[in-house]
């Protein structure tokens, strides 16, 4: 779906957010649909690029997503490989902590850098 709305438009940067309710600390099948995203690095994992050991193993749960039963981290903004942006922050934002819950899910933020051609 990306690659065809990027054939119908000038596209400067793709991102693909959301619950993919896949968890990258989790065994087999259920981080399958995240390693899908990045394994073959046309996509990078935004809040991985500032927090590389987010998906070490046992999973922290200072980077969940989710809360509840199954708590985990399976919130994210993927960002198409871009020589033109960089990430410059990812958060988790619906927290106690920073902006308060607002449901089971914590939000993620993600901020980018445009750096000229």
Same mark, same amino acid.
């Given at each position: 779906?990306?690659?065809?709305k990027?054939?119908?438009?000038t596209?400067?940067?793709?991102?693909?957010?959301g619950?993919?309710?896949?968890?990258p600390?989790?065994?087999?099948?259920?981080?399958e649909?995240?390693?899908?995203?990045?394994n073959?690095?046309?996509? #990078? &994992?935004?809040?991985?690029?500032i927090?590389?050991d987010?998906?070490?193993?046992?999973?922290?749960? +200072?980077?969940? @997503?989710?809360?509840?039963?199954?708590?985990?981290? #399976? &919130?994210y903004?993927?960002?198409?490989?871009?020589?033109?942006f960089?990430?410059?922050?990812?958060? +988790?934002?619906? @927290?106690?902590?920073?902006?308060?819950?607002?449901?089971?899910?914590?939000g993620m933020?993600?901020?980018?850098?445009?750096?000229?051609k």
């Amino acid at each position: 779906m990306v690659d065809e709305k990027e054939v119908l438009n000038t596209v400067e940067a793709s991102f693909v957010c959301g619950d993919f309710n896949v968890n990258p600390t989790s065994d087999d099948p259920w981080s399958e649909g995240y390693l899908t995203m990045i394994n073959n690095g046309e996509y #990078i &994992d935004s809040f991985l690029e500032i927090y590389p050991d987010a998906n070490n193993k046992p999973a922290q749960s +200072i980077y969940n @997503t989710i809360g509840g039963t199954y708590p985990g981290r #399976i &919130d994210y903004v993927f960002m198409k490989s871009n020589t033109h942006f960089r990430v410059m922050d990812s958060q +988790i934002v619906f @927290t106690n902590d920073v902006a308060g819950e607002i449901s089971d899910h914590f939000g993620m933020l993600t901020k980018v850098q445009y750096i000229s051609k």
